[in-house]
């Protein structure tokens, strides 16, 4: 297996969906508690990268030997398929980023706090469920939700707890504070999942995948994708407005232009190899402005 191979085998290239994330809850952590666990933070990072490979060579492995298509989705699009990938090989990659990043998330835990590990252990269920077992999540009317919840917010939760462990409170307003600070995340990640599934619609209900759009239709759902892009820019003005976050933040509404740009061809056409790299566009250019502002806001000027 060469690297192009491989790093389309564990979706390389949507890894910003949890990376950016996990940098929104490192700046946050810095100005909201000034404080960093560097070590324990390179571990969790390391844990949850390899947990993301392990999701997506589990998603690619299900989908390969649930299809129903067998002559086209399982030869020509499936990745195990189409490129005739070893069985054997896959099964290693699954055994080896699973387990490796179990054994890093319990040292973490071990470092920090046992809130780590639950936390960790929703979103392993989440991620084992979401591509396996007799009902995948993602063929249900539930995988935008999970998906934007898992990466968007809890990714962002365990990272902020591992840099403030010691000041950290569990309480309902610090939940709710750190929950507006992500949502913006968590509802583009979502959208990169209708975005995705609206493309595929008629792909998945051939292979008896029925998610949300199949039940509420393609112009809800991009209805639903359009208002989740408008709340992000609002979950920004409310949490500068509550003092959460610095007014430099509202440097972001500068992208709305591009924003709108990039929504258009998608609002227009949804075609998978077509239009759907503008809502990966959407999600990874207003997590780098959103991280980059955050970062800027520690300069104490």
């Known amino acids: 297996m060469n690297f192009k191979t491989f790093a389309e ?25 000034h404080s960093l666990n560097l070590l324990a933070l390179s571990i969790y990072f390391v844990a949850m990268f390899m947990f993301n490979c392990f999701v997506d060579i589990w998603d690619n492995y299900n989908d390969y030997h649930n299809a129903v298509d067998t002559n086209d989705y399982q030869k020509n699009t499936n990745i195990i ?14 055994a080896f980023f699973f387990f490796g990043s179990l054994a890093l998330g319990i040292i973490v835990a071990l470092m920090t706090g046992w809130a780590v590990f639950w936390l960790g252990l929703l979103c392993y269920v989440v991620g084992i469920f979401y591509a396996g077992g007799p009902k995948p999540l993602s063929s249900l009317p539930v995988g935008e ?13 365990i990272c902020v707890y591992i840099n403030s462990s010691q000041a950290f409170v569990w309480s309902f307003a610090n939940l709710a504070t750190t929950f507006l600070i992500a949502l913006p995340n968590t509802l583009l990640i979502a959208n990169l999942m209708l975005a995705n599934n609206t493309c595929d619609l008629e792909e998945d209900e051939a292979n008896h995948r029925f998610t949300i759009v199949h ?31 610095s007014p430099i933040m509202l440097l972001i509404l500068l992208i709305v232009p591009l924003m709108i740009k990039f929504a258009k061809p998608y609002l227009q056409k949804q075609v998978k190899r077509e239009t759907f790299i503008y809502s990966v566009k959407i999600l990874m250019v207003f997590q780098l402005v959103q991280v980059l502002l955050l970062f800027i806001s520690l300069i104490r000027f």
């Not at 979706?11 to 508690?33: D, Q, R």
């Not at 820019?233 to 407005?241: D, H, L, P």
């Open 215 to 245: 039940y509420i239709g393609k112009k809800a759902a991009l209805i639903w994708w359009t208002l989740a892009l408008i709340l992000s820019f609002i979950a920004i003005i409310v949490s500068v407005i509550l003092g959460l976050l």
């Open 145 to 157: 939700l999970l998906s934007g919840l898992t990466m968007g917010y809890i990714i962002f939760l």
């Open 81 to 94: 398929g189409r490129e005739n990938l070893s069985m054997g090989l896959i099964k290693a990659l699954l």
């Open 9 to 33: 085998l564990i979706e390389l290239k949507a890894k910003t969906a949890s990376v950016f994330p996990f940098l929104l809850g490192l700046s946050y952590s810095l100005y909201h508690y």
